[in-house]
């Protein structure tokens, strides 16, 4: 799968919209963009996913460039219940593939 | 969406001993579902994909006989740590697909004295 690149760390003021970048580069042209965010101790939780078009629903907007080198998932209004470790995962898809999980950037929504 | 539980949620054992992780989905059928652990501030690492009906297929550097899997249904895949030890204690995470999304469990926490 290819690899993604995001900050290691972000702060968002409550309220305010959340923009979190995700570098692809190097993604082929059948493979997916997801997301998923994993608040502490808990098991991660799926947030949205497209392929080429700008996607959205009621947690979040994902903006992918024409180019699908890079991507931003967009909290349109973070609450402190949105501090959390977001993961952005390029994936071919399919019940068979595996999921593989990078770094991801822990949000910190302050108050 | 879709709904993956795990049982325990978190469990303590003595060193020796096997513990058994469930995880079931719960409103659907997954034929495949994939075993995860996760160190202290670490990101998931994937172990094994479990697979109904067959042998379950290893990430390398895992140790097929310490991480026994069965998924004898549609809905359930269990996780047995054999002979644990204080170094096996982590999170273990589950996930299934279903439709074009892969849905994640709760997590156990493992914690082996």
């Known amino acids: 799968d290819a690899k993604t690149t995001q900050p290691p760390s972000m702060d968002c003021a409550e309220g305010r919209a959340a923009n979190l970048p995700c570098n692809h580069s190097?993604?082929?042209?059948?493979?997916?963009v997801y997301w998923y965010r994993q608040i502490h101790s808990q098991g991660p939780q799926y947030i949205i996913h497209g392929l080429k078009n700008n996607e959205t629903n009621e947690m979040a907007s994902l903006i992918i460039t024409e180019d699908r080198k890079s991507s931003t998932l967009i909290l349109p209004h973070a609450t402190l219940r949105d501090t959390a470790v977001y993961y952005c995962?390029?994936?071919?898809?399919?019940?068979?593939?595996?999921?593989?999980f990078g770094t991801g950037t822990l949000l910190a929504v302050q108050p | 969406g879709a709904v993956v539980s795990q049982h325990p949620s978190r469990v303590i054992c003595k060193s020796g001993t096997s513990v058994k992780i469930e995880c079931r989905s719960l409103?659907?059928?997954?034929?495949?579902m994939f075993w995860y652990r996760q160190f202290p501030k670490k990101s998931l690492m994937l172990m094994a994909t479990s697979n109904e009906g067959s042998k379950a297929t290893y990430e390398q550097g895992v140790e097929k006989d310490k991480f026994l899997i069965n998924h004898a249904s549609l809905t359930l895949s269990t996780l047995t740590v054999t002979s644990a030890h204080p170094e096996d204690s982590s999170f273990y995470i589950c996930?299934?697909?279903?439709?074009?999304?892969?849905?994640f469990g709760p997590g156990t926490r493992l914690t082996v004295l």
């Open positions: 409103d659907f059928q997954a034929t495949t």
């Open positions: 995962i390029v994936f071919y898809g399919g019940a068979t593939n595996k999921l593989i």
């Open positions: 996930s299934a697909f279903r439709a074009d999304t892969q849905y």
């Open positions: 190097t993604i082929s042209g059948n493979e997916y």
